[in-house]
């Protein structure tokens, strides 16, 4: 069983649509939340943290789930430039502190 | 300001050969990691570090070693290389402490034949 699971999509989506992607994590001393996003062939980059309290980063909202061990990015207005794979990552506390684990990746493609 | 870089970025290699990749960072990270990424399987991770002369395993450590004894960088050691170990390595690294966001390298593209 994966430590962060992600549905792999793919999503396509016209410009202007609202998109929305989930993730789970399995260790519930999980200690911080991200989502990152990958460009083909190119490496991970911060898109944002994951607050408990959920958080916003312009057309981005970001939320977290303790209980249910949830994560969840939503996009609205999207943007041909918001096409990537976006990655849920979890960093882990407890006896496997300092791992950091990403999720398989969501796939999106935003069409004109 | 070079952030993370990691030598080489390309390599072939027959079976059983053995090399090592290397990740240097110069922002005096306390954490350093080696992924690996394939096709549909995201990044899966190796080893890690949490200091100086510390390592640990992650989910898929069999066939690789690793070394961390400077701080600013990470080895990642391919002993006996096999064409399953074909595969881009990303190392990242990051601060201590949960908030803290991981900063990656450019990634090696290794191809066992």
């Known amino acids: 069983r994966k430590e962060v699971e992600q549905d792999p999509g793919p999503f396509n989506v016209p410009e202007g649509a609202t998109v929305a992607f989930n993730c789970t994590y399995s260790n519930s001393a999980s200690q911080s939340f991200f989502w990152y996003r990958q460009d083909c062939r190119k490496e991970p980059k911060l898109l944002m943290s994951?607050?408990?309290s959920g958080n916003e980063d312009g057309r981005f909202t970001a939320q977290l789930n303790r209980a249910s061990q949830y994560i969840s990015l939503l996009i609205r207005d999207s943007k041909l430039s918001d096409s990537a794979t976006y990655l849920c990552v979890v960093n882990e506390g407890g006896s496997t502190l300092g791992r950091l684990y990403f999720g398989r990746g969501t796939q999106l493609t935003v069409w004109p | 300001n070079a952030g993370v870089t990691q030598t080489p970025k390309f390599r072939v290699l027959k079976t059983g050969q053995s090399m090592t990749l290397l990740c240097a960072q110069d922002m005096n990270h306390e954490y350093m990691y080696w992924y690996r990424q394939d096709p549909g399987m995201g990044l899966r991770l190796i080893h890690y570090?949490?200091?100086?002369?510390?390592?640990a395993k992650g989910e898929v450590p069999d066939g690789y070693n690793v070394s961390r004894l400077k701080k600013q960088n990470f080895l990642l050691g391919l002993e006996s290389a096999a064409p399953s170990q074909t595969s881009v390595y990303f190392c990242?690294?990051?601060?201590?402490?949960?908030?803290?966001?991981?900063?990656f390298g450019q990634g090696t593209r290794l191809t066992v034949v």
């Open positions: 994951v607050y408990s």
């Open positions: 570090s949490v200091g100086e002369g510390t390592t």
């Open positions: 990242a690294s990051r601060i201590q402490g949960a908030s803290q966001r991981a900063f």
